[in-house]
C-alpha cells in the first residue's frame, strides 16, 4: 500500500503525551509512523488533529469531520479510553460511535487504522476497566473485519507491559513505548520493519516493597487526585488547546 496523506485523531495518546521534543513541542507514535511512512515513499503528507482529554464522541464531531475535509487516504481513530476510565462507561455504546465514523472514513476511500487499548491489568485502579476495556477491544476488531480497517493490537503486545515504557503517570506512553508503538503501528499497516520493536526489555531488578508502596502513593496524589478533581470540575486536561498539526504538511 502506498498512502500519500495521512490525518491522526484522538485524545493524548495519538497528540503524542509523554514523547516530548525540542522546545514544547510533542512528538509521539503517530509523528514517528507519518516518518516511517516518509521514508518508505516520498510525498507524504500528515496532519494530527489530536487533543489531549477528548472523548470518542468529541473526537467524532469535531476531528472526523475535518479529516474528511482534508481528503486523507490513511486515517488513524484512536479514542474510547478516557471515555473508559469514567464510571459507568458502556463500551457497545462507545463501539456503534466508532462503527460510524470508520464507515463514513471508508466511504471516502480512505484506509482506516484502529487500535485496541492496552491490557490494565498491571494497574492499580485503572486495572478495574478491564472488562469494558477488552469488551470494547473485541468491538474494534469486529469493526474492523466487517470495513476492512487496519488493527494496532495492543492489548496483545507483551513488550507495553513493562513500566519502563510508560510515563511516570502511567497513564501514558514514555519515548521507548511511543517509538515501538509507531513501529508496530506500521507493521498493522504491512509495512517491513525490523521486528525487534516486539521484543520485551530484559527484567528490571524489583524494588523492596517499602519503595513499591511509596511510589504507589505518590502515584495517587500526583496523578489520581488531580484527575479525579477535574472530573469533579468538569474540566479537561484539554481544555483550551487546539491541534498541534491542523494542515497536512510534508513530513
Do not use: C
Not at 1 to 28: C, K
Not at 143 to 150: E, K, L, P, V
Not at 179 to 193: I, K, M, P, Q
Not at 232 to 240: A, E, H, N
Amino acid at each position: 500500500m502506498t498512502w500519500q496523506r495521512f490525518v491522526a485523531v484522538g485524545d493524548s495518546f495519538t497528540e503524542g503525551v509523554g514523547d516530548p521534543g525540542p522546545g514544547d513541542a510533542l512528538v509521539g507514535w503517530a509523528d514517528r509512523l507519518a516518518a516511517l511512512l516518509s521514508a518508505a515513499q516520498s510525498g507524504v503528507e500528515y496532519a494530527n488533529l489530536a487533543v489531549r482529554g477528548r472523548l470518542l464522541g468529541q473526537v467524532v464531531d469535531e476531528q472526523v469531520p475535518v479529516a474528511l475535509a482534508l481528503r486523507p487516504d490513511l486515517v488513524s481513530i484512536v479514542a474510547g479510553g478516557n471515555d473508559l476510565l469514567r464510571p459507568g462507561a458502556d463500551p457497545d455504546a462507545l463501539a456503534a460511535v466508532m462503527e460510524e465514523a470508520v464507515v463514513a472514513l471508508r466511504a471516502t476511500g480512505a484506509d482506516v487504522l484502529l487500535a485496541t487499548g492496552v491490557d490494565p491489568r498491571a494497574t492499580p485502579l485503572i486495572g478495574r476497566t478491564r472488562g469494558r476495556s477488552a469488551t470494547y477491544n473485541a468491538h474494534l476488531w469486529s469493526i474492523a473485519a466487517r470495513h476492512g480497517a487496519h488493527v494496532l493490537d495492543q492489548w496483545g503486545a507483551a513488550w507495553v507491559q513493562d513500566a519502563r515504557m510508560w510515563d511516570v503517570d502511567r497513564l501514558h506512553l514514555a519515548p521507548e513505548g511511543h517509538r515501538r508503538t509507531a513501529l508496530a503501528a506500521a507493521a498493522a499497516l504491512g509495512l517491513d520493519v525490523d521486528p525487534s520493536w516486539a521484543v520485551p526489555l530484559d527484567p528490571a531488578p524489583q524494588l523492596p516493597r517499602r519503595e513499591r508502596v511509596a511510589g504507589e502513593l505518590a502515584w495517587v496524589r500526583s496523578f489520581v487526585v488531580p484527575w479525579v478533581g477535574r472530573r469533579l470540575r468538569g474540566r479537561s486536561s484539554g481544555d483550551g488547546r487546539t491541534a498541534k498539526r491542523p494542515v497536512p504538511t510534508p513530513v
